[in-house]
């Protein structure tokens, strides 16, 4: 087996340990963080490694040979920081759920098999692997949310379940049109990448990216197909929400930029103003419905559909006529702040999830003075909603400057429009995140502010490395960067053909 399998498939091993051992749900909290500490070892020692920026690690095993599908697994600058965030998050949510009571064993064993799950997406270069790990992750979820969830959890995950899966039914044409557009026929992404299928064919290759792009829309979300959001993240455990928001958005925003940029290059520039346009809705609407929550839950789950909307404008922008340069930025800027967004609003679930252990509720207006009683827990969450408003310092400032910096300067009057447009969305994102501090911890006591107490010394361990990791990226990106210009040239220089 190689490294890179190992990696991906040492959580299952671990889930399955778990079902054979039958250990105490004690026993059982304590394999998890061991399996997915010696994980993110793992992936650290693969980055250590790791000398780009063509595909490293790579695996190429026949899997189904009548439609040359394959075991192909590996690595550049484009997965690799999105698997340490993947690695790193699992990581902190096994921490966090040490105090899970209800069937940890079970709990313990589903995230270890979404862990792998989701590592073996990001690294997959197979459409079809890439279509089971992206389905699998669907069904983990749902069991998540129905199991464990609190509220309607039943009709949410339900929800959850039929969007995402109809998402993925549309993603699957797409890629069944790829293979038929391809010549020779194949699912392998690095051949379909070096010779794009469907280049004589504008009206079926804007058919493959239609089908494409809602697959992706769906699991990203994007308006109008974020719907199934907010009630998932609400009645999701505090753990469930974090990877969902943390690591299973991305798969979409990755898709974007791993398979339809490349693989469609002519046909996204023809309807690269399309994407724009959505990145630019999803970004604005995203920060005003966030603003009118009373929730707290709700009001973060509404700004990843702002959040994620920066990405896909960027990824939209890049496919616009312009200078290079720009393009390029702004394919790295979607990048970072795909993994600056799974660190902060990771943190920001998981916080979440400490208010509602202790008062059964997320309703800001039932808080006020927190600082007061629980000072450690209002400096993390003061950090996690600046990171997230896009304060300089702080990764997300890097992740939307670089978008904002690429998309406005991209060349031609419909990108610095959208760009200017987007820019409202990041005042509307300071004035909620602001609202929300001066409601939670400034201000007299609320009815439920007796009940909170600082955070526990487990809680804090599954917090403060996300914050720190966030804080380290905002101040020194280089590490960062250097992985993910070099794909982003690559992926510019297909769209520009």
């Given at each position: 087996?190689?490294?890179?399998?190992?990696?991906?498939?040492?959580?299952?091993?671990?889930?399955?340990?778990?079902?054979?051992?039958?250990?105490?749900?004690?026993?059982?909290?304590?394999?998890?963080?061991?399996?997915?500490?010696?994980?993110?070892?793992?992936?650290?020692?693969?980055?250590?490694?790791?000398?780009?920026?063509?595909?490293?690690?790579?695996?190429?095993?026949?899997?189904?040979?009548?439609?040359?599908?394959?075991?192909?697994?590996?690595?550049?600058?484009?997965?690799?920081?999105?698997?340490?965030?993947?690695a790193l998050l699992f990581l902190?949510?096994?921490?966090?759920?040490?105090?899970?009571?209800?069937?940890?064993?079970?709990?313990?064993?589903?995230?270890?098999?979404?862990?792998?799950?989701?590592?073996?997406?990001?690294?997959?270069?197979?459409?079809?692997?890439?279509?089971?790990?992206?389905?699998?992750?669907?069904?983990?979820?749902?069991?998540?949310?129905?199991?464990?969830?609190?509220?309607?959890?039943?009709?949410?995950?339900?929800?959850?379940?039929?969007?995402?899966?109809?998402?993925?039914?549309?993603?699957?044409?797409?890629?069944?049109?790829?293979?038929?557009?391809?010549?020779?026929?194949?699912?392998?992404?690095?051949?379909?990448?070096?010779?794009?299928?469907?280049?004589?064919?504008?009206?079926?290759?804007?058919?493959?990216?239609?089908a494409i792009a809602v697959g992706?829309?769906?699991?990203?979300?994007?308006?109008?197909?974020?719907?199934?959001?907010?009630?998932?993240?609400?009645?999701?455990?505090?753990?469930?929400?974090?990877?969902?928001?943390?690591?299973?958005?991305?798969?979409?925003?990755?898709?974007?930029?791993?398979?339809?940029?490349?693989?469609?290059?002519?046909?996204?520039?023809?309807?690269?103003?399309?994407?724009?346009?959505?990145?630019?809705?999803?970004?604005?609407?995203?920060?005003?419905?966030?603003?009118?929550?009373?929730?707290?839950?709700?009001?973060?789950?509404?700004?990843?559909?702002?959040?994620?909307?920066?990405?896909?404008?960027?990824?939209?922008?890049?496919?616009?006529?312009?200078?290079?340069?720009?393009?390029?930025?702004?394919?790295?800027?979607?990048?970072?702040?795909?993994?600056?967004?799974?660190?902060?609003?990771?943190?920001?679930?998981?916080?979440?999830?400490?208010?509602?252990?202790?008062?059964?509720?997320?309703?800001?207006?039932?808080?006020?003075?927190?600082?007061?009683?629980?000072?450690?827990?209002?400096?993390?969450?003061?950090?996690?909603?600046?990171?997230?408003?896009?304060?300089?310092?702080?990764?997300?400032?890097?992740?939307?400057?670089?978008?904002?910096?690429?998309?406005?300067?991209?060349?031609?009057?419909?990108?610095?429009?959208?760009?200017?447009?987007?820019?409202?969305?990041?005042?509307?994102?300071?004035?909620?995140?602001l609202r929300l501090l001066q409601?939670?911890?400034?201000?007299?006591?609320?009815?439920?502010?007796?009940?909170?107490?600082?955070?526990?010394?487990?809680?804090?361990?599954?917090?403060?490395?996300?914050?720190?990791?966030?804080?380290?990226?905002?101040?020194?990106?280089?590490?960062?960067?250097?992985?993910?210009?070099?794909?982003?040239?690559?992926?510019?220089?297909?769209?520009?053909?």
């Amino acid at each position: 087996m190689t490294v890179l399998s190992l990696v991906i498939f040492l959580p299952l091993a671990a889930a399955l340990a778990l079902y054979v051992l039958r250990p105490g749900d004690r026993a059982a909290a304590w394999t998890w963080i061991a399996a997915s500490a010696a994980d993110l070892a793992l992936v650290i020692g693969l980055w250590i490694g790791y000398d780009g920026p063509d595909v490293g690690y790579e695996t190429d095993v026949r899997w189904i040979p009548s439609v040359r599908a394959g075991y192909h697994l590996g690595v550049d600058g484009l997965s690799l920081p999105l698997l340490a965030l993947t690695a790193l998050l699992f990581l902190c949510c096994a921490v966090y759920s040490l105090k899970q009571a209800s069937r940890a064993r079970a709990f313990a064993a589903l995230f270890l098999f979404l862990e792998t799950v989701s590592l073996g997406l990001f690294a997959a270069l197979d459409l079809l692997l890439f279509f089971v790990f992206f389905d699998l992750s669907i069904v983990a979820m749902y069991f998540v949310i129905a199991g464990w969830g609190h509220g309607d959890r039943l009709r949410s995950a339900l929800r959850f379940f039929l969007y995402t899966f109809s998402g993925s039914l549309a993603l699957l044409l797409g890629f069944i049109g790829l293979y038929l557009g391809s010549s020779p026929k194949t699912f392998d992404m690095v051949e379909l990448t070096r010779h794009p299928p469907l280049a004589g064919s504008p009206g079926l290759a804007g058919l493959v990216l239609l089908a494409i792009a809602v697959g992706l829309a769906v699991k990203t979300p994007t308006v109008p197909f974020h719907t199934w959001l907010p009630p998932a993240h609400t009645d999701a455990p505090a753990a469930g929400s974090a990877i969902l928001a943390g690591v299973l958005l991305k798969m979409g925003t990755y898709g974007f930029v791993r398979i339809a940029m490349p693989m469609l290059p002519d046909v996204w520039r023809r309807y690269a103003w399309v994407i724009v346009l959505v990145g630019v809705v999803s970004v604005v609407y995203g920060a005003l419905v966030a603003l009118a929550q009373r929730d707290l839950k709700r009001l973060v789950a509404y700004t990843s559909v702002n959040h994620m909307g920066y990405i896909v404008l960027a990824a939209g922008a890049a496919g616009l006529a312009g200078d290079e340069a720009a393009r390029r930025l702004a394919v790295t800027g979607a990048v970072t702040q795909m993994v600056s967004h799974g660190l902060l609003t990771g943190a920001l679930f998981l916080l979440c999830g400490v208010l509602y252990d202790r008062t059964s509720s997320y309703d800001m207006d039932e808080y006020g003075g927190v600082a007061r009683v629980a000072p450690v827990f209002a400096g993390m969450l003061a950090v996690a909603s600046f990171g997230s408003l896009g304060l300089p310092g702080l990764s997300g400032f890097i992740a939307e400057f670089q978008i904002f910096t690429g998309v406005i300067g991209a060349g031609t009057t419909g990108a610095a429009v959208a760009g200017g447009v987007a820019v409202l969305g990041v005042l509307i994102t300071a004035a909620l995140f602001l609202r929300l501090l001066q409601r939670v911890l400034m201000g007299p006591p609320g009815t439920l502010t007796a009940k909170v107490t600082d955070a526990g010394r487990a809680e804090r361990a599954s917090i403060v490395p996300l914050l720190a990791l966030a804080l380290v990226i905002g101040i020194a990106p280089r590490f960062l960067l250097d992985l993910i210009e070099p794909v982003s040239s690559a992926v510019i220089a297909l769209v520009a053909r």
